[in-house]
């Protein structure tokens, strides 16, 4: 250890440095990280007669000015200075400000001259105040020059002096399902139309979850492969090329944010290939693990270095852009792709780097309206993806934020004509065939569009009620019962859903009871016996059969897509429910 005997933990006080400065300076060489830098950054200042050079890799890490890391660097006062960074400007131009005030304090100015002078005019400009301003920034750089202050060194410079491998880009296109459609469609007219649960930015989030895989809307367990590739093309094809990608006998590398999309990748990979296939995310611990070292991102990376031929790994792009090295495989697929064009890049970059000597491949799956009508979700993305790039080939030039991002693809996909906009209404055969939690949500939808604030009662342990709907001072209590085989409702489930009542009543309403106005409701999409209309009449059951569900559904014509954004919102657990009852 470099500490001093006798102390432990982080520097605390000015000037009171915990390291050993004396065996510091015997080394010629210290390799650190910024984290050390930070905890230590007294012992490290006051050692700044010693260092001659400080070269900092990823120098996008400290550059927000007034940050712990910012200032423990601008303390070290080296007599040289080098910063590599493949992203010297991230979302605003006072990125690379910070770092030159590490670099060449005073070079260009002050932050606050510097947004003056460069920043504010590139955010309000048009396009040639942009290019303008970016060229005055250039010339203050001395870019091009034999002494600039920067050298910038893409993969084609690369490949100019060494043998460095071809990258390939792949579009593979496949059409959507007949139900992804009908979801697409009607995702789409409900951002349009506005109201609760609509807003784009929701809307948005359901279509990549559509597009990637339509479980995972409702976190649907499949129990057999084959039943997720015959609802997915795009799953199909991706199956289709990892097979031609096993008979080279090579690796590939697939990318998606989604944690439920990343296990079912697994699943059927493992189950149609017969390989163990892991996943690296957030969770996955870097070194160490309590449990055990075989589950540690290095011990997942070396198994899959280590197995001879064909493999494959999934990964997060967030987990993917520092200090991971894959070159080992060359195929990268971008299965659920990100709005951040930056991160795809650092995401493919894990394999196209210095080391690598095989042609590299990278897969878009895109997925296409087969009727030819309206642009898809994932063709949109990718056009706002390919835009951004081009753009990021001035690396001056600042990369709007996520946020910004994500509502520039809100317009291109919502503010267009669709096409086939009518998305198609629910029939008496869709909901006979709805399982029994998709009904629930039916019963709910039609609540909240009678203008009523519902409550959908968790899937198990709900105590016997499934939708609670509350206008005004009044609270229908409705229990659900589904049929798909035109069933009948007998006298049972009435005292059934009596119990229910006088449970829900006594338990978990009984803060408002004495307030408010408690129905209790019985409805089914079939029929009931006479002597369970005969126990409902003389009970207050109000009761609602096939014939009466269809005129409400005539009147509020439903969607499947419209059901899903309701199951949604289905609370957790009892005690989430009792929090919204609070609420009243």
């Not at 590599?84 to 030159?100: A, R």
């Not at 209590?477 to 829900?504: M, P, R």
């Not at 439903?558 to 899903?564: G, K, P, S």
Request: charged share 30%; glycine share 6%; proline share 3%.
């Amino acid at each position: 250890s470099l500490r001093l005997q006798g102390i432990t933990g982080n520097e605390t006080e000015i000037e009171k440095p915990v390291l050993d400065l004396e065996r510091l300076r015997n080394y010629r060489v210290v390799l650190t990280n910024y984290e050390t830098i930070t905890n230590y950054q007294y012992s490290f200042a006051m050692m700044k007669d010693n260092w001659s050079v400080v070269v900092t890799d990823e120098a996008q890490e400290y550059k927000t000015a007034n940050t712990k890391i910012s200032h423990a660097l601008k303390s070290l006062f080296p007599k040289f200075r080098i910063a590599c960074t493949g992203t010297p400007v991230e979302t605003k131009l006072t990125d690379v400000w910070n770092i030159f005030d590490f670099l060449q304090p005073g070079l260009l100015g002050s932050a606050s001259d510097f947004r003056n002078r460069f920043e504010n005019p590139i955010r309000d400009g048009d396009e040639t105040n942009l290019s303008t301003t970016l060229q005055e920034l250039r010339k203050k750089l001395l870019f091009g020059k034999a002494s600039s202050y920067v050298l910038r060194r893409d993969k084609d410079e690369l490949k100019k002096h060494q043998d460095f491998p071809e990258k390939h880009e792949h579009k593979l296109y496949c059409d959507l399902s007949e139900e992804q459609r009908e979801k697409h469609i009607d995702f789409v007219e409900r951002a349009r139309s506005g109201g609760e649960g609509n807003h784009p930015f929701s809307m948005i989030h359901h279509l990549m979850k559509l597009y990637q895989h339509p479980a995972l809307l409702l976190k649907e367990d499949i129990e057999h492969s084959e039943d997720a590739l015959n609802r997915c093309p795009k799953l199909m094809k991706i199956i289709v090329l990892l097979k031609e990608i096993q008979n080279k006998d090579e690796k590939a590398l697939i990318f998606t944010r989604s944690l439920d999309m990343q296990q079912l990748l697994a699943t059927v990979i493992s189950e149609k290939f017969r390989i163990h296939t892991e996943i690296i995310n957030g969770g996955t611990n870097r070194y160490k693990s309590t449990i055990s070292g075989n589950n540690t991102r290095k011990a997942i990376v070396d198994r899959f270095r280590n197995k001879n031929g064909f493999n494959v790994i999934i990964l997060s792009p967030d987990v993917a852009g520092i200090g991971l090295t894959l070159t080992e495989a060359n195929h990268v697929i971008h299965y659920g792709r990100w709005w951040n064009p930056a991160k795809e890049s650092q995401a493919t970059d894990r394999v196209y780097r210095i080391g690598q000597t095989k042609e590299v491949h990278v897969y878009y799956p895109i997925a296409r309206d087969p009727k030819k009508i309206f642009k898809t979700f994932d063709e949109k993305l990718d056009a706002l993806i390919d835009r951004r790039k081009k753009l990021a080939a001035d690396f001056l030039l600042p990369m709007p934020g996520e946020n910004d991002l994500g509502k520039e693809l809100c317009e291109d996909i919502f503010r267009e004509d669709n096409g086939d906009r009518s998305a198609k209404p629910l029939s008496t055969e869709d909901i006979r065939l709805l399982p029994w939690d998709r009904f629930e949500s039916l019963i709910g939808l039609l609540e909240q569009k009678s203008g009523r604030k519902v409550i959908l009662t968790p899937r198990s342990g709900d105590y016997g009620i499934d939708v609670i709907s509350i206008l005004g001072n009044e609270v229908k209590l409705i229990q659900c019962k589904h049929t798909t085989w035109d069933g009948t409702v007998d006298i049972d489930v009435v005292a059934e859903t009596i119990n229910a009542f006088d449970s829900y009543r006594g338990r978990w309403l009984h803060g408002i009871a004495n307030r408010m106005n408690l129905k209790p409701f019985l409805i089914t999409n079939g029929k009931f016996t006479r002597a369970a209309k005969s126990h409902a009449s003389v009970s207050d059951v109000q009761i609602l059969s096939d014939n009466d569900l269809w005129k409400l559904i005539e009147d509020k014509p439903c969607t499947l897509a419209e059901i899903e954004v309701m199951e949604n919102r289905r609370m957790a657990t009892m005690r989430d429910v009792q929090a919204e009852i609070n609420r009243l």
